[in-house]
């Protein structure tokens, strides 16, 4: 009985901690030179290194269970920041709901595809990549 106490404790404070590093790296992101030019850099630099049409980077957002892009560049990039994703939704939230990596190189006969996100940017890639960061 006290061990699942403990455990539960500690998974309690592990979500707790994770939840506090999330809302503070979304706080920064709003302030001038911070985290969102570093988010901006990061995202720029990624689609340079894989010579791709577009990057974006989506945050967890731990009150609504959502992704929140944060920031993004090349193809669509103006539009898909600030969109919302359910975690789960989509290949990215697949990405970060299972904790694993995944690319997919055809998109459209992948049915976790969010085409209808997509098309609201502008942009539907053909292939995607989507890595979960960890904390």
Same mark, same amino acid.
């Given at each position: 009985?006290?061990?699942?106490?403990?455990?539960?404790?500690?998974?309690?404070?592990?979500?707790?901690?994770?939840?506090?590093?999330?809302?503070?790296?979304?706080?920064?992101?709003?302030?001038?030179?911070?985290?969102?030019?570093?988010?901006?850099?990061?995202?720029?630099?990624?689609?340079?290194?894989?010579? &791709?049409?577009?990057?974006?980077? =989506?945050?967890?957002? @731990? #009150?609504?269970?959502?992704? *929140?892009? !944060? $920031?993004?560049?090349?193809?669509?990039?103006?539009?898909?920041?600030?969109?919302?994703?359910?975690?789960?939704?989509?290949?990215?939230?697949?990405?970060?709901?299972?904790?694993?990596?995944?690319?997919?190189?055809?998109? &459209?006969?992948?049915?976790?595809? =969010?085409?209808?996100? @997509? #098309?609201?940017?502008?942009? *539907?890639? !053909? $292939?995607?990549?989507?890595?979960?960061?960890?904390?």
């Amino acid at each position: 009985m006290i061990e699942g106490r403990v455990r539960a404790n500690r998974a309690t404070r592990a979500k707790s901690c994770t939840n506090w590093r999330r809302s503070r790296l979304t706080r920064w992101g709003d302030r001038p030179g911070g985290a969102r030019d570093l988010l901006r850099s990061t995202t720029e630099l990624t689609r340079r290194l894989f010579d &791709a049409a577009a990057c974006a980077l =989506a945050l967890p957002e @731990a #009150e609504s269970e959502q992704l *929140v892009f !944060r $920031s993004a560049s090349g193809a669509g990039a103006a539009r898909i920041v600030g969109q919302r994703l359910p975690v789960g939704q989509g290949i990215a939230g697949w990405a970060v709901s299972s904790g694993q990596p995944i690319g997919i190189a055809e998109v &459209a006969r992948d049915p976790r595809f =969010a085409r209808g996100v @997509a #098309e609201a940017t502008g942009y *539907v890639p !053909r $292939s995607i990549l989507a890595v979960p960061l960890g904390t």
